[in-house]
């Protein structure tokens, strides 16, 4: 609430609260341009809240200074009209008295922090450092002290070129990344002097005459040889550009800069303000616990490098951001450069590629390959083997990256309807196109692994899980019989092919997965085993094996926390809490609900197929009220995902049960929707369709029209690909309803 006779109730304030934020962000024109955009009894209550917010020394003295002169004078300084205000300070032009020396600045009057000589105190020994802090990137301050009243102010350049954002726009990303780099280096300069800004965004940046990028508002930095932490009544920061520390009240460190660099490059990425959604007390307690989202979900530009880069700056915990602006400054140059990121390192294709990136031409052109020297006693005949076989290797990576490029550009050319006879071909006919040119080709067994395991994952992700298989099987056998059974490469083709559905069930599925767990051991090989694990505890899920689910999940997210990897920890969260239910334990919807979040934060967005995932699992933990809810919202984001595919048949089908007992109209109409997208996606007698037809046939069996349920049922039950599962289902509704059932 607001003192000094301004009376607001709770209502209205926490629907003023967003927009006092969103003017607090802004000063001068851009303030005022806000305001004009809202509606007039908004705007009239914002205005007056922000007179208060203002009204902490600074204006008021001005004005007793202005009835008393035209230009009123504040040390050796004369003020001009006002050129900027925040929720904190208030700029004015600034000419020296002394006109020979044609000085011109900006005078910021602070507010008198909480009110104490200890703040003043503070505040000149900040103003006594920061005038001897020089950096062509950093707004110079040469004046300063305390007017009469006890108010402290400064004098600092005066910048009149264009704020960072409205730069930002107009340029493009890379030029961009390049000015931020300058920013880090001015923010490191700043460190070495044991100077932190706290409050860096985009409204303390501005470039001036020359086109340079120039730091503001240093005059608000907290020394860390003052050896203070921060209290909460003494914060000084912007929310939505603040570290997780500074919203606790923990201590400042020079990595709280790093976590408001990583902010402006996110937001520079993608020119948006990070948490735009969020606002007051959500905003803050977003800020203190969840990790900001990549930038490549609001632009996908970022993906890999920008997006690496960015999630190390701003990590929750300081102990895993960049050490130093310059760290993060090295790592963007690295970034344009084409190098390597260390915020990547220890992924070795990913260094050997940007490796090969950076000297492709040379590799091209003949291998001009430079060997690294191991050890002083190597002989001369040792060094050229080593230079022999670096520059095969080099030239043999090249050749497959070749192939792979080829296969790639091949299919993408075989889906053009000019060279498919005017047809639109399917995902699964242009995969096995794919599959036939490698068989064809004369590519080496080990890529043609490689390749056949990257098609068989992509064949299963549409369904085709025959044809996953196949691609799968022979993977395995070619990367086996080059490599051997211990390669990564070998590995991973024997992780999908257990993820594919075999013929036996989930039991032989589950043993082949555990059987190749003792293969997955060590630091390169975690990623696989975590995924071998929550692969593992699915199928110990669908086996209602849920102590054994649990324990499984449990051990994947441990793994996939230690990686760092949010998206796949999310999901084994996500399996633990499931199984975690099932057994009656209470903290299992608390774990999908984190679960979910997390996947939130990650993805910016609801509409996320996984996160349908998740909710569908939410609908079996819920009320019959929430129940129905969630249920009808995965549908609306499998409908904007996939149209009319599998998945959102699997959806209505979901939605259609959730309704049985309420509205059985309704339910049947959805069910029937389901199976006949379903049979149009996969085909009308596939063994998914026929799980989806038995559910069908159960809801017509319970809502008084049992001959249509039988003759639904029996269609099930002759149907030979219907899984021996699904076939018994049937029988069970059937034998509900009519004991000779049992005899079909």
Same mark, same amino acid.
């Given at each position: 609430?607001?003192?000094?006779? +301004? #009376?607001?109730?709770?209502?209205?304030?926490?629907?003023?609260?967003?927009?006092?934020?969103?003017?607090?962000?802004?000063?001068?024109?851009?303030?005022?341009?806000?305001?004009?955009?809202?509606?007039?009894?908004?705007?009239?209550?914002?205005?007056?809240?922000?007179?208060?917010?203002?009204?902490?020394?600074?204006?008021?003295?001005?004005?007793?200074?202005?009835?008393?002169?035209?230009?009123?004078?504040?040390?050796?300084?004369?003020?001009?009209? #006002?050129?900027?205000?925040?929720?904190?300070?208030?700029?004015?032009?600034?000419?020296?008295?002394? /006109?020979?020396?044609?000085?011109?600045?900006?005078?910021?009057?602070?507010?008198?922090?909480?009110?104490?000589?200890?703040?003043?105190?503070?505040? *000149?020994?900040?103003?006594?450092?920061?005038?001897?802090?020089?950096?062509?990137?950093?707004?110079?301050?040469?004046?300063?002290?305390?007017?009469?009243?006890?108010?402290?102010?400064?004098?600092?350049?005066?910048?009149?070129?264009?704020?960072?954002?409205?730069?930002?726009?107009? $340029?493009?990303?890379?030029?961009?990344?390049?000015?931020?780099?300058?920013?880090?280096?001015?923010?490191?300069?700043?460190?070495?002097?044991?100077?932190?800004?706290?409050?860096?965004?985009?409204?303390?940046?501005?470039?001036?005459?020359?086109?340079?990028?120039?730091?503001?508002?240093?005059?608000?930095?907290?020394?860390?040889?003052?050896?203070?932490?921060?209290?909460?009544?003494?914060?000084?920061?912007?929310?939505?550009?603040? /570290?997780?520390?500074?919203?606790?009240?923990?201590?400042?460190?020079?990595?709280?800069?790093?976590?408001?660099?990583?902010?402006?490059?996110?937001?520079?990425?993608?020119?948006?303000?990070?948490?735009?959604?969020?606002?007051?007390?959500?905003?803050?307690?977003?800020?203190?616990?969840?990790?900001?989202?990549?930038?490549?979900?609001?632009?996908?530009?970022?993906?890999?490098?920008?997006?690496?880069?960015? +999630?190390?700056?701003?990590?929750?915990?300081?102990?895993?951001?960049?050490?130093?602006?310059?760290?993060?400054?090295?790592?963007? *140059?690295?970034?344009?450069?084409?190098?390597?990121?260390?915020?990547?390192?220890?992924?070795?294709?990913?260094?050997?590629?940007?490796?090969?990136?950076?000297?492709?031409?040379?590799? %091209?052109?003949?291998?001009?390959?430079?060997?690294?020297?191991?050890?002083?006693?190597?002989?001369?005949?040792? *060094?050229?083997?080593?230079?022999?076989?670096?520059?095969?290797?080099?030239?043999?990576? =090249?050749?497959?990256?070749?192939?792979?490029?080829?296969?790639?550009?091949?299919?993408?050319?075989?889906?053009?309807?000019?060279?498919?006879?005017?047809? @639109?071909?399917? !995902?699964?006919?242009?995969?096995?196109?794919?599959?036939?040119?490698?068989?064809?080709?004369?590519?080496?067994?080990?890529?043609?692994?490689?390749?056949?395991?990257?098609?068989?994952?992509?064949?299963?992700?549409?369904?085709?899980?025959?044809?996953?298989?196949?691609?799968?099987?022979?993977?395995?056998?070619?990367?086996?019989?080059?490599?051997?059974?211990?390669?990564?490469?070998?590995?991973?083709?024997?992780?999908?092919?257990?993820?594919?559905?075999?013929?036996?069930?989930?039991?032989?599925?589950?043993?082949?997965?555990?059987?190749?767990?003792?293969?997955?051991?060590?630091?390169?090989? !975690?990623?696989?085993?975590?995924?071998?694990?929550?692969?593992?505890?699915?199928?110990?899920?669908?086996?209602?094996?849920?102590?054994?689910?649990?324990?499984?999940?449990?051990?994947?997210?441990?793994?996939?926390?230690?990686?760092?990897?949010?998206?796949?920890? !999310?999901?084994?969260?996500?399996?633990?809490?499931?199984?975690?239910?099932?057994?009656?334990?209470? *903290?299992?919807?608390?774990?999908?609900?984190? =679960?979910?979040?997390?996947?939130?934060? %990650?993805?910016?967005?609801?509409?996320?197929?996984?996160?349908?995932?998740?909710?569908?699992?939410?609908?079996?933990?819920?009320?019959?009220?929430?129940?129905?809810?969630?249920?009808?919202?995965?549908?609306?984001?499998?409908?904007?995902?996939?149209?009319?595919?599998?998945?959102?048949?699997?959806?209505?089908?979901?939605?259609?049960?959730?309704?049985?007992?309420?509205?059985?109209?309704?339910?049947?109409?959805?069910?029937?929707?389901?199976?006949?997208?379903? @049979?149009?996606?996969?085909? /009308?007698?596939?063994?998914?369709?026929?799980?989806?037809?038995? $559910?069908?046939?159960?809801?017509?069996?319970?809502?008084?029209?049992?001959?249509?349920?039988?003759?639904?049922?029996?269609?099930?039950?002759?149907?030979?690909?219907?899984?021996?599962?699904?076939?018994?289902?049937?029988?069970?509704? +059937?034998?509900?309803?009519?004991?000779?059932?049992?005899?079909?």
């Amino acid at each position: 609430m607001v003192s000094s006779g +301004l #009376e607001i109730d709770k209502s209205t304030w926490e629907h003023l609260d967003a927009h006092l934020d969103a003017a607090l962000d802004r000063t001068g024109a851009a303030r005022e341009s806000y305001l004009e955009g809202l509606g007039p009894e908004d705007r009239a209550a914002l205005r007056e809240l922000l007179k208060h917010a203002d009204r902490s020394g600074p204006v008021e003295e001005l004005l007793m200074l202005t009835a008393a002169a035209s230009e009123p004078v504040i040390g050796s300084w004369r003020l001009g009209p #006002e050129i900027g205000a925040g929720g904190m300070s208030t700029v004015y032009e600034a000419h020296h008295v002394d /006109a020979s020396l044609d000085l011109r600045g900006a005078m910021k009057l602070l507010r008198g922090g909480p009110g104490t000589a200890h703040f003043v105190e503070r505040f *000149q020994q900040e103003r006594d450092i920061l005038i001897g802090l020089r950096h062509p990137h950093i707004v110079g301050v040469f004046d300063g002290g305390t007017t009469a009243a006890g108010t402290p102010y400064y004098v600092m350049e005066r910048i009149e070129g264009p704020a960072w954002s409205e730069w930002c726009s107009a $340029n493009p990303l890379r030029e961009r990344v390049r000015r931020l780099i300058q920013i880090c280096r001015a923010v490191d300069y700043a460190h070495q002097r044991l100077i932190v800004h706290c409050d860096l965004k985009p409204a303390n940046l501005l470039f001036d005459g020359e086109g340079e990028p120039r730091v503001l508002d240093f005059g608000i930095a907290k020394l860390l040889a003052l050896g203070e932490q921060t209290m909460t009544g003494q914060r000084m920061l912007t929310p939505r550009w603040s /570290a997780p520390e500074q919203v606790s009240g923990a201590a400042v460190t020079t990595r709280t800069d790093v976590h408001a660099l990583g902010l402006l490059l996110w937001s520079t990425i993608t020119e948006r303000v990070p948490r735009e959604s969020l606002s007051g007390t959500a905003l803050l307690a977003d800020v203190g616990v969840r990790p900001l989202p990549a930038p490549s979900t609001v632009a996908s530009v970022a993906r890999g490098d920008l997006d690496a880069i960015v +999630l190390r700056a701003t990590a929750l915990d300081p102990a895993h951001r960049y050490r130093s602006a310059a760290e993060l400054a090295d790592d963007l *140059q690295r970034y344009l450069d084409g190098e390597a990121v260390i915020a990547r390192a220890g992924a070795r294709w990913y260094t050997f590629s940007r490796w090969l990136r950076s000297h492709r031409r040379s590799v %091209l052109a003949g291998g001009v390959i430079i060997a690294l020297v191991i050890g002083w006693s190597i002989s001369t005949a040792a *060094q050229n083997a080593q230079i022999a076989a670096e520059r095969d290797a080099a030239r043999q990576a =090249a050749r497959r990256a070749k192939t792979s490029q080829e296969l790639l550009v091949g299919l993408l050319e075989s889906a053009d309807p000019a060279n498919a006879r005017g047809e @639109s071909l399917t !995902a699964r006919e242009v995969l096995d196109a794919g599959v036939r040119e490698l068989q064809i080709g004369s590519v080496d067994p080990d890529l043609r692994g490689e390749l056949l395991t990257v098609i068989g994952r992509v064949q299963l992700a549409v369904g085709d899980e025959e044809a996953a298989r196949a691609s799968l099987e022979e993977a395995r056998s070619l990367t086996l019989e080059a490599l051997g059974p211990d390669d990564r490469r070998t590995l991973e083709a024997s992780l999908q092919l257990c993820r594919t559905i075999h013929p036996e069930g989930d039991a032989a599925g589950l043993a082949r997965t555990l059987a190749l767990l003792p293969w997955l051991r060590g630091p390169d090989n !975690a990623d696989l085993r975590a995924a071998a694990l929550l692969h593992a505890a699915e199928l110990h899920g669908d086996l209602k094996e849920f102590e054994l689910c649990r324990g499984r999940a449990e051990e994947a997210a441990a793994v996939y926390d230690e990686l760092g990897d949010v998206r796949h920890g !999310a999901r084994a969260r996500a399996v633990q809490g499931f199984a975690a239910h099932r057994l009656g334990d209470e *903290q299992g919807r608390e774990l999908l609900v984190r =679960a979910l979040a997390d996947l939130e934060g %990650l993805f910016g967005t609801r509409v996320h197929p996984e996160i349908a995932d998740m909710l569908h699992e939410l609908t079996m933990m819920s009320e019959a009220d929430d129940t129905v809810r969630i249920a009808r919202e995965v549908v609306e984001i499998r409908r904007t995902l996939d149209g009319g595919g599998w998945r959102t048949a699997v959806a209505l089908n979901n939605l259609g049960l959730a309704l049985e007992g309420s509205r059985p109209e309704e339910s049947l109409s959805l069910l029937r929707e389901g199976v006949a997208l379903a @049979s149009e996606a996969l085909g /009308a007698t596939h063994p998914r369709v026929e799980s989806l037809r038995v $559910n069908l046939g159960a809801v017509h069996m319970t809502s008084g029209d049992p001959l249509e349920g039988e003759r639904v049922l029996r269609r099930v039950l002759d149907n030979p690909r219907a899984s021996a599962a699904t076939r018994e289902r049937a029988r069970v509704y +059937l034998e509900r309803t009519t004991p000779a059932a049992a005899e079909g």
